[in-house]
């Protein structure tokens, strides 16, 4: 087999999903998910903008995409992605986490999720952490390669964010807003509304 067929054939299991989703979305709904939202520009522009000050400069921001289902808010989000993506500094430096309120049914499911999005199974091993802020905070930490400014940045995308809001004392939301505030690892906490 040559190494081109190979590397098509190694698909992440979120990409696999999502190849799959929109091969059933054009064969059973003869339609095709439009490449740019339209209407909202705007929006698009500022979550850019946003999402670019983490990815460039380093800057932690959080922001709330707030709308009805089926409103286009994972259209623009993955559209604001994939424009921000297409600078090589971007691409090579930011960190993608994405949580589902749906799936990570509480904080340390969750937690359990960061640590294999962010690769970072074999730095935790078998340490055993006091609370989820001290193993949140261990995470981060392993991601720093210095000072702030050589950081990785780190984009946190909670879909189905009002059910990550009912978990008990909301851990996982604090620790991660808690840390978009301080002056550590540069983050961005996207959450998109059910």
């Not at 067929?5 to 095709?32: D, P, V, W, Y």
């Not at 670019?52 to 289902?69: C, D, F, M, Y």
């Not at 921000?84 to 049914?105: D, P, S």
């Not at 690769?119 to 935790?124: A, K, T």
């Amino acid at each position: 087999m040559s190494k081109r067929k190979s590397k098509e054939n190694c698909l992440t299991h979120g990409e696999c999903i999502l190849k799959a989703q929109r091969m059933l979305r054009e064969r059973f709904c003869h339609q095709k998910i439009p490449g740019k939202p339209f209407g909202v520009e705007s929006q698009h522009k500022h979550l850019l903008e946003l999402l670019k000050r983490t990815a460039v400069h380093g800057e932690s921001n959080s922001v709330l995409i707030v709308g009805p289902r089926g409103a286009g808010k994972t259209m623009l989000l993955n559209c604001v992605l994939n424009e921000l993506l297409e600078v090589k500094h971007v691409q090579e430096n930011v960190l993608q986490v994405q949580l589902n309120g749906l799936l990570q049914t509480d904080d340390r499911i969750a937690l359990k999720e960061i640590t294999r999005q962010l690769h970072l199974e074999n730095v935790v091993g078998d340490k055993v952490f006091g609370s989820f802020a001290e193993n949140l905070a261990f995470l981060l930490e392993a991601l720093k390669k210095g000072d702030r400014s050589s950081s990785r940045p780190v984009l946190f995308i909670l879909d189905e964010f009002d059910l990550f809001a009912h978990h008990k004392n909301q851990t996982l939301l604090y620790n991660l807003f808690d840390v978009s505030q301080s002056a550590q690892t540069p983050v961005a906490v996207i959450g998109l509304t059910c």
